[in-house]
């Protein structure tokens, strides 16, 4: 056997060998190369951001100046000692409850009407979606004059029937319920889709086999389709927790000063954060509430997946 055959199998084999390590990094790594663009995406917008924002609240940071002295966790310390920062807590805890509560219960039922037998399923699909369409700001503008102390359309109403008016822009607890009115109105129609994909993804042999067994539709509603549902309900818990305490464009625009009211009745953890971001320009101390508010969005989330968690294990422990 010559010197140039030996090169030319010893070529060939490497050849081989690099086609087969080649495959088998395709199979082992191909699934990283299609998923990184989100990861890359998410780490440009979201998780540098985030970092970049922890970064000043533990700075003496102003729009001018830039990055001032180191001050710890002083920023942190001082908005908690502030007695707006608690207010703002309260409300945007309020209205989340008063918000996403109502609106899950809302939606799935709604969800549960379009998966029924209806004519034109198409046209009430996207009716419901509509709301969600139309922009935060003419929503609130709408919803702002409706809910008017003097002449608002709501205390019309309710003067009418022989009820006293409601102060919807002085008692804290009305406001909230009104501006949870609004993003209830926009919301609803689109996590009643979302629910409504849930449903439509339940196997037709459970209800096939729950009407034989001779289950109504009720019994089949809580028995079928809830326990069926529950990976989406979670989905959207965690959706509507992450918007609703992020709540801005409602209260924002809730009346002409944009400040959450003269009392605070309505000012909500994002509004707080704007004020002292503009106009005190104390950014570092705004960051700290950006950073205060996204652990309270965590603490919430956790509690929320603990709940489903015990909820999963005590339906399996009975079955």
């Not at 809830?226 to 801005?248: D, E, M, N, S, Y």
């Not at 209260?251 to 954060?273: A, C, F, K, S, V």
């Not at 950006?290 to 968690?309: D, H, M, Q, Y």
């Amino acid at each position: 056997m010559t010197t140039s055959t030996l090169v030319v199998k010893d070529l060939t084999l490497r050849g081989f060998r690099f086609r087969e390590n080649l495959g088998r990094w395709d199979v082992k790594y191909s699934p990283y190369l299609f998923i990184s663009p989100f990861f890359i995406l998410f780490g440009l917008v979201g998780l540098f951001p985030l970092l970049y924002t922890g970064w000043v609240s533990l700075h003496a940071w102003d729009l001018l100046g830039g990055q001032g002295k180191w001050t710890g966790f002083d920023n942190f310390a001082f908005v908690l000692q502030q007695r707006q920062f608690w207010i703002a807590l309260r409300n945007t805890l309020s209205i989340f409850l008063l918000s996403a509560v109502p609106q899950l219960i809302a939606a799935t039922a709604i969800a549960a009407a379009l998966d029924s037998n209806l004519r034109n399923k198409t046209f009430w699909r996207m009716s419901v979606l509509l709301p969600f369409v139309v922009m935060p700001v003419a929503v609130t503008l709408i919803f702002g004059s409706m809910f008017g102390e003097r002449y608002g359309l709501v205390n019309r109403t309710l003067g009418d029937i022989g009820l006293g008016p409601i102060r919807w822009h002085t008692d804290p607890l009305s406001s909230h319920i009104a501006i949870a009115t609004m993003v209830n109105f926009r919301w609803t129609g689109y996590n009643a889709l979302i629910l409504l994909a849930g449903m439509q993804a339940i196997s037709r042999d459970l209800y096939e086999a729950a009407t034989i067994d001779g289950a109504g539709w009720v019994s089949r509603f809580f028995r079928v389709t809830l326990p069926q549902l529950r990976p989406t309900i979670i989905f959207v818990i965690i959706t509507a927790t992450i918007g609703g305490l992020q709540i801005f464009d409602e209260p924002r625009l809730y009346d002409q000063n944009g400040l959450g009211g003269e009392d605070q009745q309505w000012m909500t953890m994002t509004i707080y954060l704007y004020k002292l971001g503009w106009p005190q320009l104390n950014f570092g101390r705004a960051a700290a509430v950006a950073w205060l508010l996204f652990l309270v969005i965590v603490a919430i989330g956790l509690i929320n997946l603990a709940i489903t968690r015990r909820i999963a294990t005590n339906e399996g422990r009975t079955a």
